[in-house]
């Protein structure tokens, strides 16, 4: 009968834990433990299973990225894509290979376990769009070198790494109480879902606090369409506010659009900020100021991250990197 890591672990006279740590090469094992350990697995006649040797040996190369990628993704969250370049360039500097993988969020738990056991890669880079609390079970209970791109909306021990978007909103909000705004209209999407956005209002309403004022925010405003319906409408009003600040580049495409229909001068009439950069404030007329987050920096740490986890498996980390920047432009 082969001899099973229990048997190893009798052997040596440490626990099962040890054993397997000095059988996967672990920075938290000294190296005396290790060569004797081996030498007692290899007396024994002691074969560790194919995904231990993977683990060990490095043996694919490969990270999988997974999100999900359905049609239209690419212009809906042009995050996603600056992100994933990130990962890839650092990646390929350190001889892995990136593989996309399109995964839902409705059955996320079911196909990343299915990833993990398929032994496909050395790790797994998950976006937090299709972050769940049954799939972070599924990762908690595997040991397998995994990281979340954005902060889970739940507390959770999983490893994941983000952007501060209080700080961007915080941002935001002092640049335009010191430029002499006062009324001011902030429109983001479903205040269930739309985590990141939740994060940036407070901290404008950090901002806001510390001058005894307070922000309206208008939630469940999703797209083009419903910013310049809602848009018309704040426009309309008899003490219409002096900024609309918007959580995203469609959202301001759609009120700039609106005020300019209606041949209101921006930002004379009305002036209105947007959170990113990309894809239209650079290019519209007005040109319109933005907070602007490195996402191409943070793949790139992500990246760094999944590549020290796989060599140390204890290695864990939930972080915030990069600085957001104001871009000022024509529009306020």
Same mark, same amino acid.
């Given at each position: ?10 052997a040596?006279?440490?626990s ?6 000095a059988l996967?090469? =672990?920075?938290?094992? !000294?190296?005396?433990?290790? /060569? ?10 002691? /074969?560790p ?14 990270i999988?990225f997974a ?22 360039? +650092?990646?390929?500097?350190?001889g892995? !290979?990136?593989i ?10 079911e $196909? ?14 998950l ?7 049954q $799939? ?7 040991? +397998?070198?995994? $990281?979340?791109i954005?902060? &889970? =909306? ?5 490893s994941?790494?983000?952007?501060s ?10 640049? $335009?109480?010191?430029?002499? +705004?006062?009324?001011i ?11 990141? =956005? ?19 925010t ?22 219409? &506010? ?11 495409l759609?009120?700039? /659009? ?5 041949n209101?001068q ?11 950069? +990309? ?21 790139? /740490? ?10 140390? &498996?204890?290695l864990?980390?939930? !972080? ?13």
């Open positions: 009968m082969a001899a099973t890591i229990y048997d190893l672990a009798e040596a006279g440490v099962i834990s040890t054993v397997s740590k996967n090469d =672990s920075y938290s094992i !000294s190296d005396k433990t290790k /060569q004797r350990i081996r030498e007692i697995a290899e007396g024994m006649g002691y /074969q299973n194919a995904r231990a040797r993977s683990f060990a040996r490095k043996k694919n190369g490969i999988l999100a999900d990628l359905s049609r239209g993704v690419g212009f809906e969250n042009p995050h996603l894509f600056e992100i994933v370049t990130g990962v890839d360039r +650092y990646l390929e500097d350190k892995y !290979s990136l996309l993988k399109h995964v839902p969020k409705d059955n996320a738990p $196909l990343i376990k299915e990833l993990m056991h398929s032994e496909e890669a050395d790790g797994i880079i976006h937090a769009g299709i972050l769940t609390k $799939l972070a079970f599924v990762l908690g209970k595997e040991a +397998y070198p995994h $990281l979340i954005g902060k &889970p =909306s739940f507390t959770c021990p999983l994941w790494i983000d952007v978007h209080e700080s961007a909103g915080q941002l935001a909000a002092n640049y $335009l109480l010191d430029k002499g +705004y006062r009324r209209v902030f429109l983001m999407g479903d205040a269930e879902e739309d985590q990141m =956005s939740l994060r940036r209002l407070d901290g404008i309403n950090v901002a806001f606090e510390e001058e005894e004022l307070t922000i309206e208008i939630t469940g405003i999703t797209s083009y369409d419903e910013s310049r319906e809602i848009t018309e409408k704040i426009i309309e009003r008899e003490n219409r &506010p002096e900024v609309i600040l918007c959580t995203n580049n469609y959202l301001a759609g009120c700039l /659009q609106s005020i300019r229909a209606k209101l921006i930002p004379d009439d009305i002036a209105i900020m947007t959170f990113d950069n +990309y894809p239209f404030s650079m290019i519209v007329q007005p040109t319109m100021t933005a907070i602007e987050v490195d996402m191409f920096e943070m793949g790139n /740490q992500a990246a760094r991250f999944m590549v020290q986890k796989i060599k140390k &498996p204890n864990q980390t939930q !972080s915030f990197c990069t600085t957001p920047i104001l871009i000022e432009r024509e529009s306020t």
